[in-house]
């Protein structure tokens, strides 16, 4: 048996899932403190979650890469939904601008993507951590033909 499976008392398991969400309009507003708060609160949320792990974390300026590993006793739609929703919560509380730009308090678009990684584990928590550098290789290219 692999070292990565975990236990329960009475499950053994091992639990990866790839999530990519976006801010209503994909508005690009995690910038700088914005992002940091965010990843922060991300941590804090998931430590209060027992046995649920951040194995990556992204936080480009219009959506959030990240990849948790979850035990089987929850249900990912539950997990993620309270997730968004606690996160808006507190986005809204810290950075009242926002509430403009999000009139009616709807801070995420409606959906999320999730996908369970498997085998192929190390090329999607590469592509995570690859993705900020990507993103910001782009901007700055777009930049360029704009001067």
Not at 113 to 128: A, H, M, N, R
Request: with cysteine; hydrophobic share 35%.
């Amino acid at each position: 048996m692999s070292k990565s499976f975990k236990k329960l008392s009475h499950t053994i398991y091992e639990c990866k899932y790839h999530f990519v969400f976006c801010p209503k309009y994909r508005y690009r507003i995690f910038k700088d403190d914005i992002a940091a708060y965010t990843r922060q609160q991300v941590y804090k949320f998931c430590s209060y979650k027992d046995l649920v792990e951040v194995l990556e974390l992204n936080i480009v300026e219009d959506h959030v890469h990240m990849v948790l590993s979850i035990p089987p006793k929850y249900a990912i739609s539950s997990l993620m939904g309270s997730l968004k929703g606690n996160l808006a919560t507190k986005l809204f509380q810290r950075y009242e601008k926002l509430g403009k730009r999000y009139w009616g308090r709807h801070f995420w678009s409606r959906g999320y993507c999730v996908s369970t990684v498997g085998l192929d584990e190390e090329k999607i928590s590469k592509y995570v951590s690859w993705q900020e550098m990507k993103e910001k290789e782009i901007e700055s290219q777009q930049l360029k033909l704009f001067k």
